[in-house]
DNA sequence: TCCCGCAAGCTCATTTGGTC
DNA sequence: GACCAAATGAGCTTGCGGGA
């Protein structure tokens, strides 16, 4: 009989092996007539779908549903301490789980697992994540599209130890997620302080003094082709570098580099890239899915990115590309609306305001240093979330 | 030659309808 | 009514044609 590799002391016994059906009962939801307005007006009873798992406490949802959809339609209220797993919506979110801290109705896209007295329902929310792959795999492997079905969750095997261990277990493994939750908080509300500063400092309501502590003079409105060389003329480009394109970046990181030869290279693959050059993107720009480049090497961007090149602080200009009011003026400047886009030509007309290039320098320092403090704790959740998994697989079986 | 913008094509999530 | 899977729709990236 199989044991876990690590346990609490007290604790030596076999663990038992069963099947999720032998142990639960689990059934589905459905979705109210979407047509029919009665039943998501003066909703007040919480809704899950696979959007609102997130392998953790399900605390609030997405969408509500009425009393009468309640009445009238086949969903049914289940109660607090069901475990949900995703059984469609993509290869992604197969697997995906959550927990029912609050009674609630869900979609037919999940499987509902109703709590019972025999498994504590946090130790097999955490089980079932340790199991993701499973999931997945089983998934990929089983049949042309990427689903599973209720009898694959009610066939899945489960291993767990007495009442007490599985107690101990949770309680242990609630306090890592509660470790994780309040990195998660930190993260948010230095992001919060950051956007709060930049609206303080771009609107000049807190303004930095010189080093002698004399006052900086007035800033100048200029547009942005006046400081910068947009899109400037590339060099023949290498016969292989490193693409960025829009999803490359996310919130200001590069996340993804693909190394590409010139003769396999798309199109758009233009833009050869310099240090201190900054990449807006022109396409959904709302995203701000914007990059600051400061790496060496041979590294070529999207034509979907707009390359701004100046000789005044770079990371200042990078950061006032973010400003709300400019941000806004290049909304205003868009064409389409599902597919919103600025061309280079309109961008580069859009007015900013400019303090002197010390003063540039100052306010760049001071959001770097926030933004280093948020990549630390973005490391440390990271962390914390890689440390948590290794102790998954040595905890469960 | 370069760039813009439309639209094809892909992925993912939700809804609808058929079957038991 | 429950379940399942196909259809549909939304969101997104990239290829490509046409115009400057």
Redesign the pocket.
Known sequence: MAVPKLRFKEFDGDWSQSRIGEIFQ???G??P???DNRFFENADIAWV???DLNNGLIEKTEEKISQIALKET?V?ILPKGTVFVA???????IGRTGLLVDEAAC???LSAIYPNEKIESYFLLTFLNHKVDDWKNFAASSRK?P?I???DVLAFPLTYPVKEEQTKIASFLSTVDEKISQLTQKHALLSQYKQGMMQKLFSQQVRFKADDKSEFEEWEEKELKDIAEI?PKSKKLPESFIYI???SVEKGQLLLQKNIELQDA???A?RLLAKGDVLFQM??PYQQNNYYFNLSGEYVA???YAQIRTKLDSKFIYYALHEKTFLDEVMNRC??T??P?I???DLSSIEILIPCLEEQTKIANFLSAIDQKIEVVAQQIEQAKQWKKGLLQQMFV
Not at 87 to 93: K, L, R, S, V
């Open positions: 689990v059934t589905s459905s979705t007539l979407r047509s779908k696979t959007t086949s049914k059984m469609y919506g993509g290869f992604n979110q979609n037919q896209a599209d689903n079905t209720k009898s899109n394109d829009l999803e798309p199109s758009r233009q396409v959904r999207s034509t979907g064409t389409g599902s597919y886009a061309n280079s030509s």
